[in-house]
């Protein structure tokens, strides 16, 4: 085996171990604070190096953008270590102050922005230690069907559960939208229903810290926050589903068939009327009980094969009902595609192709559920097209094309019948002789992912 090839299997190696060694830790901690839970000493355990240092490896693997302090996640673990005493010192007596988050405009679809708050990274940490130890003495209470952001939980068994839902004969969905969740949850409800489950005052101070932090806006400097949890903090999707719990318990208590995931969530009737009805009493229940807005003109009662969940429609194929991605993902996908592939862009084909990958892995697990085969046939040959379209742009010389197409397997006359063609490159990428050159084999071995394969092992994993 050579050096290199050594390398590559010792990371592999070692990349396979860190899970386990990560999982291992956090089970050790956990149970101590189980041994000691009577006492609810949730403080001591969050504070503990080995649970900060394992909250550490989390932030990192989750990478990230520095908050308003430039500190990135690769030097965060040294700080840790170097100032773990000061940290604990000031958790405990409850003088640690967290910073305020920066906040950034992400642009939506429909032309609107959402607010994003980005926590400075040894806040992410804290938050992230005081996640892995309350998160598992709360999620056993959380409802069945709610699937945000919880272990064994995702976008996919929320979809399996609406569907059999679908063809237990609940065929409309009451699809209620609400507006600005995040940033409109009343603080002392929240720290309100956390204090059921946490005790530990000195628990409850800090997350009410990092809730009222304030942001730093590049536009409007300093504001204050009184309401809302900002997008973007390691803890807030755990608060989130605290406080939409309460939704969860009165839908259950009615009898109702529901999915949620995280704020978005659909209750599953029988009838246009029935949906109706519940839609007015859900309503009056989320904007008395729970202080949130309702979004009248997108909430809609209706069939979920026209009613978007979770970016999905329902789709019956051969008596298989499954949720596919929406004609506006399957666009906004393709444009992804085409501005990664775009002619002038920077960077060597190694690094396309990986970006590439990361996109397509990213899309496919997450829509591969659903009947997208024709789409995914299309749209892998076409991707081919643009990196031969590419490849052929980036040779550039006449004599340069010549020589690439002839080690590629072109005659001389071949070679010279493409580099000396006045044809443009699109029109080019399709003639007979570049895909001969560069056939899908050749794409493929240049490290692109095949998505037709990999959409297969998805839709076969649901």
Known sequence: MTTENSKQASKSQKNKAEPKRYENALSMLLGNAKKVSGGYPFMEEITTLDNLLLACERVKKNK?????????????????????????RKLMDGTYKPQPVRRVHI?????????????????????????????????????????????????????????????????YVVDCDLKQ????????????LLGKHIPDKRVLTII????????????????????????GGVISPLLSNIYLHQLDEELERRGHKFVRY??????????????????ESITKFLEKELKLTVNRDKSKVGSPTRLKFLSCLMRRVNKTCRFTATKEK?????????????????????????ELNLRIRGWINYFGIGHIK???????????RRLRQLVLKRWKKCSTKINWLIKYGLSEDEAKCIAYSRKKYWRLSKTKEVHKAMSNERIHKWGLVSMTELAQKVYLSY
């Open 64 to 88: 990230g953008q520095p908050g308003i302090d430039g500190m990135t996640v690769e030097e965060i673990e040294g700080h840790i270590r170097q100032y773990h005493p000061h940290i604990r």
């Open 330 to 354: 399957q666009k906004s996908f393709l444009d992804s595609l085409r501005y990664t592939t775009r002619r002038n862009r920077p960077g060597t084909m190694k690094e396309i192709i990986k």
């Open 181 to 192: 969740y995040f940033d409109t949850i009343n603080h002392d409800k929240l720290m309100y």
């Open 208 to 231: 009410r810290k990092f809730l009222t932090c304030g942001a730093i806006d590049m536009k409007n400097g300093f504001e204050m926050t009184r309401k809302g949890a900002p997008q």
């Open 374 to 384: 024709g789409f995914i046939k299309r749209t892998e040959a076409w991707l081919r």
């Open 107 to 171: 642009p939506k679809p429909n032309g609107g922005t959402r607010s994003l708050g980005i926590p400075v990274v040894r806040d992410r940490v804290i938050q992230q230690a005081i996640r892995q130890v309350i998160e598992p003495f709360i999620n056993p209470t959380f409802s069945r069907s709610s699937h945000g952001f919880r272990p064994g939980k995702s976008p996919k068994t929320a979809m399996k559960q609406v569907t059999k839902y679908y063809e237990e004969g609940y065929t």
């Open 262 to 279: 995280a704020d978005d969530f659909v209750v599953c009737v029988k009838s246009q009327r029935a949906g109706e009805r519940v839609m």
